[in-house]
């Protein structure tokens, strides 16, 4: 599941959402094993919450009707995007932590080499003449 920026904003808090921006890319090159090891338990804290509450809001629509029943889907709704969220955001964290501990000399993001000054990928150099 791919969550946009727009959606993680409209479903998170400030806290959460500072979380979900520093799994992308370029932010989550820059961080060092603890800092990884910190927000990856973070994100899977929210995510085991959020998991747990699924159940909870969804036994809270049965027998209601009306504006009751339609508030009681929105959180079910809610909590499950959340949960899918909180997931994908460990599953960075957890990647990258894997990585950095593969190898802990790699050097940070700010040091590496990704493209050609053309801004192509070298895919196969032994093609390039």
């Known amino acids: 599941m791919d969550i ?5 904003r409209k ?3 400030e ?3 500072d979380l979900f921006t520093e799994s992308v890319a370029p932010h989550l090159l820059t961080f060092t094993v603890d800092g990884l090891k910190k927000r990856a338990a973070q994100a899977q804290k929210l995510h085991e919450l959020w998991a747990s509450r699924i159940v909870s809001e969804k036994d809270r629509g049965w027998g209601k009707t009306g504006s009751a ?3 009681a889907a929105t959180g079910y709704i ?4 959340k ?4 997931e994908e955001v460990w599953k960075r964290y957890d990647a990258r932590l894997r990585a ?3 190898d802990p000399n790699s050097p940070l993001r700010e040091t ?3 493209r050609k000054s053309t801004g192509k990928l070298n895919k196969n150099p032994l093609l390039d003449d």
């Open 4 to 8: 946009k920026p727009e959606e993680a």
């Open 11 to 13: 479903l998170c808090s």
């Open 15 to 17: 806290a959460e959402f």
């Open 69 to 71: 029943r339609v508030r």
């Open 78 to 81: 809610t909590a499950r995007k």
């Open 83 to 86: 949960a899918e969220l909180f």
């Open 100 to 102: 950095v501990l593969q």
């Open 112 to 114: 590496i080499k990704h």
